[in-house]
């Protein structure tokens, strides 16, 4: 049994910290800016909660974190009353936002600063995924500090490897979402067109799911997609924030993602046609929409 604490209880950090508790056995210490939000979730499984990350992290061996971006990591890390402020040496940063590789790298260079270990650790499988204990976890930092952590990480994931040196689980959850943004566009237009064909699009799906068109999106997202049902997964506001940041590194990179910059623009139409909080397979909703004008 560990001491570990965990910031940050959105819909993936609040399962993810019950698995901690119910799999792992830990002793575990929660913080969320909406204390209400900690207090529900200490009553659920029976830990501590923490008025500041800075307490949460005091003496503890390995501390998580999922928050939203940049700005809200170093929030609860470097600034004021932040988590950094109350680590031991020796213990393991582990942090399972969405975030800029640049980002991993500085607090990597803190934690080390300190006697710590920093492990960028973004995760994939979304709210389902967290809610079942079954994500892919992609790190990045050194191999001493991922081997520490990763008993720590497998109480919620079914696939946690490290990447390479710190920043690279970051560099690594961006080719994931590059690879999710032009399938779920590949899918929309497949579907649409179908429907525009007038083909029976269940048949349609039934006979190409188990051939080179398959896909995780396919299998998981045709039929909510097909009866415009947009309440099952990521939301496009957050899904815009990691795409910005795909094609943020790519321009510091010199990589050349044209359909990447396209899909995002395309999702800045869903956001204008209200739907931020639709899911990412919402890109159909774009195309059924020009129908109607």
């Known amino acids: 049994m560990a001491k570990v604490a965990f910031i940050g209880l959105g819909v993936m950090g609040y ?3 019950g698995f901690l508790k119910t799999k792992g056995g830990h002793d575990v210490t929660v913080y969320n800016r909406t204390t209400a939000k900690a207090e529900k979730w200490a009553d659920e499984y029976g830990g501590h909660v923490a008025q500041t990350p800075e307490q ?3 003496g503890c061996d ?3 974190a999922c928050v939203g971006n940049d700005d809200d990591l170093r929030s609860v890390t470097t600034a004021e009353n ?6 031991k040496p020796g213990a393991v940063f582990i942090d399972h936002t969405t975030a800029s590789a640049e980002v991993a790298r500085e607090l990597y260079a803190a934690a080390k600063a300190k006697g710590c270990g920093f492990i960028d650790a973004p995760v994939s499988g979304g709210q389902a995924g967290a809610e079942n204990g079954v994500l892919t976890v992609m790190c990045g930092g050194d191999q001493a500090d991922f081997d520490k952590a990763k008993p720590i990480i497998d109480c919620f994931a079914k696939f946690a490897g490290l990447m390479g040196e710190a920043g690279a689980g970051q560099l690594t959850k961006m080719v994931n979402q590059i690879c999710i943004a032009g399938l779920v566009q590949g899918l929309s237009e497949a579907i649409h067109f ?3 064909a007038e083909l029976d699009v269940p048949k349609v799906i039934a006979a190409i799911k188990g051939g080179a068109a398959q896909s995780w999106q396919m299998e998981n997202r045709w039929e909510t997609m097909n009866n415009g049902k947009f309440d099952y997964g990521f939301a496009v506001d957050w ?3 990691d795409l910005g940041i795909c094609l943020k590194t790519a321009n510091d990179t010199g990589a050349r993602l044209p359909v990447t910059a396209l899909v995002d623009q395309f ?3 869903v956001q204008a046609m209200g739907g931020n909080r639709w899911d990412t397979s919402s890109l159909i909703a774009r195309l059924e929409n020009a129908d109607k004008k």
């Not at 932040?82 to 680590?87: V, W």
């Open 194 to 196: 179908a429907k525009k």
């Open 82 to 87: 932040g988590a950094f402020h109350g680590l």
């Open 239 to 241: 899904m815009r924030k």
């Open 62 to 64: 390995f501390v998580l």
């Open 56 to 58: 949460a992290a005091e």
């Open 267 to 269: 999702y800045a139409e």
């Open 15 to 17: 399962p993810m910290a």
